[in-house]
Each structure stands twice: as C-alpha cells, then as structure tokens.
C-alpha cells in the first residue's frame, strides 16, 4: 500500500510510533486483519485558518487541525490541545491512540484529536477566548454531540471547553452541552472529571504492581510532569503509601530520597506554577532525572519522551504511561531487553476518557451522578479493561501495548467488517 502523501513519518516519530505499534499487533489479529490497512488511515484530517484581531491591533493567522481517525464504533473523542511545536502528523498520531484507547476500555467512541499552533502563554485571555471561538466555528462542520465530542488536553481546560461549548449552541441556535466534555460543573461538567486521568493512572498502576508483586507501602516513584494527570497520580500514590522522589516538569527537576512532603509540594506548585524552588527538595539537572531510582516511573508530560539512550539509564521496574505516546519504538525495544514493563498509554491514562464518557452520557440524560457513584464505576471499568488486557498478554506472551491493540483493534475490525463498506 502506497504512504499518505502529507505526512512524512520517521521511525521514532508520532505517526510511525503508532505505524510500528499496528505492524506488531496484526500478527494477533487473524482474518480481521484483511481490515488492518483502515487503521493505517484516518479517516477526516482538517486544517482550518484561524484568523483574528490581538489586542494591540494587529491581526494574527493560527493553524488549527481536527483529525478524525475512525468513527466505525461511534462518534469521535479526543482532546484539543495548545502548543506552538503541535501538527498534523502529531495530532494524527494522538486521534489514533484514541481510537485504540476508547476500544481498549470498551467505550461507544471512535478516535479523534485536535490541536491549533500556539503558545498560551504569549497570548491574553481574551486573544485566547478569540483562538478558541474562531477555531471551533471552523471545525464546527465535524463536530457535535453525536459527530465528535471534543475535550480538554495540553494547555487547554474547564474554560476553553465552555467557550467551545457556547460557540457551538451560538452557532447551532440551541445549548448544546454534549458537543463538548471537561466543562465546568455549572455548564453539565461531570464531578470527578478534572482529577480522573491520573486517578486512572494510579488504579492501573495499583493493579499492575500487584500483579508482579510489588509492595505499594515504602514504593519509589519518580514522575515527569505535574500537571494535572502527574499530580494527581503522585497524590495518590503518597497517599497509598508510596514515596514520590523525583518530579520534572517544565521549571525543572527536583529529587529528595526520602520522598516529598506531598501536600508542601502540591501547595507551592500551586503558588509558583512549577517545582522549581520547592524547599523540600533538591533541584538536579534535567537529564538527571532519568538515573534516579525508583520502582515506578510515570512519564505524564508529552510524547516521545523514553528514547532510547534514556532507557538504557533507567532504574526502575514499571513504566505507567501517564502521557500519550512517551516512548519511543527504539525506547520500547530496550526497554523489553531490560525486563522493565510497560503499562501503555491507551489503559493507562484512559481514566479521563472514561469519565468523559460519563459526563456526555449525564448531559443527555439531564440527570447527574455524585463523585462517589463516578469513582465506583471508574475504577470498575479500569481494572476490568486492565484484567481483559493483562490476560490476553500472558496468554499471546506479548509486552503489555501489544496485548491492549490486540483487544482494541479487534473490536474496531469486528465493527468495520460487520458494518461493511458503503456504498
């Protein structure tokens, strides 16, 4: 089959992560594979113009996308993200992750990402308000309630999700709460939803160090990125007994053996905006915080992060994906040479996904559910997909991340081939 004509992937790039990682899954996938090329595909990729007026005047052109990479069984679902460094091969590459991921843990949901070029902080609330406005009007034509429900990812939150959410109604003539998830509470928000990512990670991780017999009680944990999926992770581990001991996120890298004072840490990045200058730790170069020694090591910034020079360095026993795509092919295979696991993105981090799910369902229903009924029902799903997917491992002896693609992309190709080809 010929390559698509508008991107160009290397081996250790986005879309060829996610190439190698459907080339390693078709051997498992038996007459369904007649089927696999879809998934080599997406299925709508949009590039839309985002122009508007800045403060001072001027006017400022932004590139903005909306990939659809399979609606074969339901509407689209992915984040937005903000980032001067996103495009299209990258936005891509994350819609088909979440495609796997969403069939992974057996959501109604097809894969979908989108992401505009910028960087939030060089712009004031009311330019991003404009950005944000402008750009969901443009991919307006693709998305809604039942099409393609966008959600919050890098650099986006709660309020971006509410202007989205009004730019759509405005447009459609009718309040449309669905179109969008990770709203606030006042707009259909579901309770749980900011903290469910990384409550995800932390029952995946429960689940996985139990499997291999690893104490949680006294567990070293190193995490690189505290934002939201990081530090709620980390709070929950130290909350179960584990120790955090090394954090990097975009201010740098702070290391303290004996653990961190979790709720002194979470307070000052709450004040600072990052770890730098946290007392109760000491601050070490960036590259650093790969040696550093630990049971658990959650990378939860951005993609292509365990290369494989990194992996080479790492002292840890568990890799728990907190971030989509944070090892590379090259990190990967040294990684299996080590003996080190790797629990995959599309189970681990797929708690936030999950309670989207939740909140769409509540916003068509108008009838909401408490934060505890929420938890339940997450960690229900989490650890059964987590079960489902830890089987099929030891059963194929495959690593973790082909064993999830095995069940996800078994799902997509029975839906693809009992929905046939139309016309």
Known sequence: MPNLSFVSPTRNSPWGTYLSQIDAVEPYLGSLSKWVETLRRPKRALIVDIPIEMDNG?????????????????????????????????????????TIKNAAVNLPYGGAKGGIRLDPRQLSLKELEKVTRRYTSEIGIIIGPTQDIPAPDVNTNGQIMAWMMDTYSMNTGATATGVVTGKPIPLGGSLGRVAATGRGVFVVGREAMRRLNMEMDGARIAVQGFGNVGSIAAKLFAANGA?????????????????????????????????????????????DFWNVRSDVLIPAALEGQITAERAQRLATRLVLEGANGPTTPDGEAVLADRGIVVVPDVIANAGGVTVSYFEWVQDFSSFFWTEDEINVRLDKIMIGAFKHIWETGEQHKIPLRTAAFTVACTRVLQAREERGLYP
């Open 58 to 98: 001027t006017v400022a052109h932004f590139e903005g996308y909306r990939v659809q990479h399979s609606l074969t069984r339901g509407p689209g679902k992915g984040g937005v993200r903000y980032h001067p460094d996103v495009t299209l091969e990258e936005v891509m590459a994350l819609s088909a992750w979440m």
């Open 243 to 287: 120790k955090i001991v090394a954090v990097q996120d975009h201010t740098g890298t702070i290391h303290n053996d004996n653990g961190f004072d979790m709720q002194s840490l979470l307070d000052h990045v709450a004040q600072t905006r990052g770890v730098a200058g946290f007392k109760g730790g000491e601050m070490i170069a960036n590259e």
